[in-house]
């Protein structure tokens, strides 16, 4: 099945709606489950994609499934760019970020807004680097999101994609396997009192397009010089293009 089939809830409507009430419903634990799941290494994961996208020296960044805000802060205090603009689907996550911009004191730097990722509500060419932190496999039509974020880039403007991956080596997918599939669902309904958002998660991360095949929509979507970067023993991958 393609990522983009499936949905958290087994109802009616567009994956792009049920994944906008999925975020709603959890967005009050979001941040600490997301420590949890990753046992804090999302942190690390993070600041490699920072220093890839610094070493491009941007001015203007665009975050895209910003969710709680943290990469779009990640990316103004370290690649150091005039501003970030944030846009999401969830109205609840966005309420997360603007509270924590606010508190550390970047309301002017960092802007956030709701939008969706298949219409991005922005000009051609209006952005020097696009980024996008565990969020493509939540995209209703990936090549299209991939084709919105290449039209707003600058010419010579570069994507860098941080995405969740399912491990190759079969001593580590055992466990992973068990982690992922068991143990965080258990959690997550624990914590969120929603469980079908912490099934889904699994579900997707296994069917959303991994490696070459991902590089392969990123160059069908018009981005060259495509690679990507394994971390911690294949669990997250680190995508990256130019336009």
């Not at 160059?219 to 130019?242: E, M, N």
């Amino acid at each position: 099945m393609k990522v983009e089939e499936i949905k958290p809830y087994n109802s009616d409507g567009g994956k792009a709606k049920q994944v906008e009430e999925m975020f709603d419903s959890i967005a009050p634990a979001y941040d600490f489950m997301n420590r949890a799941m990753t046992m804090g290494i999302d942190r690390w994961w993070r600041r490699v994609a920072v220093r890839m996208v610094g070493k491009t020296h941007p001015r203007r960044i665009l975050d895209v499934a910003t969710g709680t805000g943290d990469f779009a802060i990640g990316l103004y205090n370290g690649a150091m760019p005039e501003g970030v603009v944030g846009i999401d689907l969830s109205q609840g996550m966005l309420d997360v970020a603007r509270k924590k911009i606010a508190k550390l004191g970047l309301s002017e730097a960092i802007a956030v807004q709701q939008g969706d990722c298949l219409a991005l509500p922005f000009d051609d060419v209006s952005f020097d680097a696009v980024t996008v932190a565990f969020g493509v496999r939540n995209f209703e039509h990936l090549l299209q999101g991939y084709q919105q974020m290449q039209r707003v880039l600058r010419p010579g403007g570069s994507l860098c994609v941080i995405e969740l991956s399912t491990p190759r080596n079969r001593v580590v997918r055992w466990f992973y396997d068990l982690y992922t599939l068991h143990i965080i669902p258990w959690f997550g309904a624990l914590k969120s009192h929603d469980k079908s958002a912490y099934r889904y998660l699994p579900q997707s991360i296994a069917a959303v397009p991994q490696g070459e095949d991902m590089l392969a929509i990123m160059r069908k979507a018009g981005f060259k010089d495509c690679k990507v970067k394994r971390l911690t023993f294949g669990t997250c991958s680190i995508y990256s293009g130019l336009k």
